[in-house]
C-alpha cells in the first residue's frame, strides 16, 4: 500500500481485487471465464439458429417445387378423367394409360410432399429449443453482468485517493456489464420471435397435412361417385384378399354392371346418367359393411369386395341391393360373383366375376 498522500488500496483489495496485478481477483477471473464461455456457446446457438433456418428455407423451396408439380398432375389428371374417365364407359387404351400416369404422378408428389412437411415441423421444433437455449444464455449473461457490476462496486468502495488504472478498469467492467445486458434483452427479443415463428411454422405444417390428407382421399375417390378409383381399389382387394387367408378364408368379389345406363344417358342426358351412378353406389354402400372395397372399375362398372361371407349368401345380399336399385334408380343391375380360390389374386377373381356377370347380363337381354 502506499503511504503519504500516494494512491493506494486496502490490503484485502490489493491482494485479491486488482484487475492488474498478480494478486487477480478469483471471483472476478471466474466471471471472465463464464462470460468467455457464454459467448462461445450463445455464438453457437446462434449458428444452430442460422443453421435452423437455411434448412427450414431449403425445405420451403423444396415444398413450393412439389407442390407446382403436383397442381400440374392434378390438372392433367382433372382433364383426363373429366374428358373420359367419368363420361366414356369404354374408353380406349391409351386415354386409360394416360390417365393412370397421371394419377401416379400426383399420388408421387404428394407423398414426396408429406415428406416435407414432416422434415419443416420437425426444424421448427428444432428452432424452438435453440431459442430456449438461447433464452437460459442470456439470464447467465445477465447474472454475469450483476457480479461484475457488484465488483466494480466493492472495488470503487476500496479506492482511497486518485487511481486511474482502477477507475479505467472499473469503467470498462461496467461499460461491459451495460453490453451483456443489452445483448441479452436483445436476445430474448430473438428468442421471442423464434418461438412465435416456430409455433407459426406447426400451425401452417397442421394446416398442410390436414389439407394434403384431404387431396389424397381426393385422389383415391372417383369424383362422381364416391367410390374407391381402380388403381387404390384393386390395391385394398389384394388386402382384404390376404386377410380373408389369414382369418376363415372365406372372400367373394362381385363384379356389378349397371343395365341400359345407355339408354338413360340417350333418354335424359348424362346428368341423369350420373345421377343413376350415384343412387347405385349409394345402394351399395348401405347394405355393405364400412369397411368392404367398393371400386367403380368402369364407366357403368362397379367391383365390391365381401369378407367372411359365402356365395349364397353374397348373391342374397346383391338381389337386395338390385331390387332397393329399381325402386330408387329405375334400372336393373346385372352381378357376377366369384369366390376366394386357394392361388387365385384380385385379377384372377375379378376375370371370374366379370365371364359370370356377361352371363347374368345376357339373360337379363332375352327378357
Known amino acids: 500500500m502506499r503511504q503519504n498522500g500516494q494512491d493506494s488500496l486496502p490490503a484485502k483489495l490489493a491482494g485479491e481485487r486488482d484487475f492488474g496485478g498478480p494478486g487477480t481477483n478469483a471471483n472476478a477471473g471466474v466471471a471472465a471465464t463464464d462470460d468467455a464461455t ?6 453457437s446457438a446462434s449458428d444452430a439458429d442460422q443453421t435452423g433456418s437455411d434448412a427450414d428455407q431449403t425445405a420451403s423451396d423444396v415444398d413450393q417445387a412439389d407442390a407446382d408439380r403436383d397442381q400440374r398432375a ?23 394409360n394416360a390417365y393412370a400416369s397421371s394419377q401416379e404422378q400426383r399420388e408421387a408428389s404428394s407423398a414426396e410432399r408429406d415428406e416435407t412437411r414432416t422434415e419443416r415441423a420437425s426444424l421448427s421444433d428444432d428452432r424452438h429449443e435453440t431459442s430456449t437455449r438461447r433464452d437460459r444464455l442470456a439470464d447467465a449473461r445477465d ?48 428468442a421471442a420471435s423464434d418461438r412465435r415463428r416456430a409455433a407459426s411454422d406447426r400451425a401452417e405444417f397442421a394446416r398442410e397435412r390436414a389439407r394434403l390428407e384431404l387431396e389424397l382421399r381426393s385422389a383415391h375417390l372417383d369424383s362422381l361417385t364416391g367410390a374407391s378409383r381402380r388403381e387404390l381399389g384393386q390395391q385394398a382387394l389384394a388386402q382384404e384378399i390376404d386377410r380373408a387367408r389369414r382369418g376363415d378364408g372365406r372372400f367373394v368379389v362381385a363384379f356389378v354392371d349397371v343395365d341400359r345406363l345407355k339408354e338413360v344417358n340417350d333418354r335424359a342426358g348424362h346428368a341423369a346418367g350420373d345421377l343413376v351412378l350415384q343412387k347405385v353406389v349409394k345402394a351399395i354402400r348401405s347394405r355393405l359393411r364400412s369397411y368392404d372395397p367398393i371400386i367403380r372399375y368402369g364407366g357403368d362398372e362397379f367391383v365390391c369386395g365381401l369378407s367372411k361371407i359365402d356365395v349364397a349368401d353374397a348373391a342374397q345380399r346383391f338381389e337386395a341391393i338390385g331390387v332397393a336399385i329399381q325402386a330408387d334408380a329405375g334400372v336393373g343391375i346385372s352381378v357376377g360373383l366369384a369366390h376366394l380360390g386357394a392361388e387365385d389374386t384380385a385379377a384372377q377373381m375379378i376375370e371370374r366375376a366379370d365371364v359370370a356377370m356377361l352371363r347374368v347380363k345376357a339373360s337379363h337381354a332375352r327378357r
Do not use: C, F, K, Y
Open 38 to 43: 457464454l459467448s462461445d456457446a450463445d455464438q
Open 74 to 96: 392434378s390438372d392433367d389428371d382433372q382433364a383426363t378423367a373429366d374428358r373420359d374417365h367419368d363420361a366414356r364407359p369404354d374408353m380406349s387404351a391409351q386415354d386409360e
Open 143 to 190: 447474472a454475469g453482468s450483476r457480479l461484475r457490476d457488484a465488483n466494480a462496486e466493492i472495488l470503487e468502495q476500496g479506492v482511497e485517493g486518485p487511481a486511474e488504472a482502477v477507475i479505467e478498469q472499473l469503467r470498462q467492467l461496467r461499460a461491459q456489464a451495460a453490453a451483456d445486458r443489452a445483448r441479452a434483452a436483445t436476445d430474448r427479443l430473438e
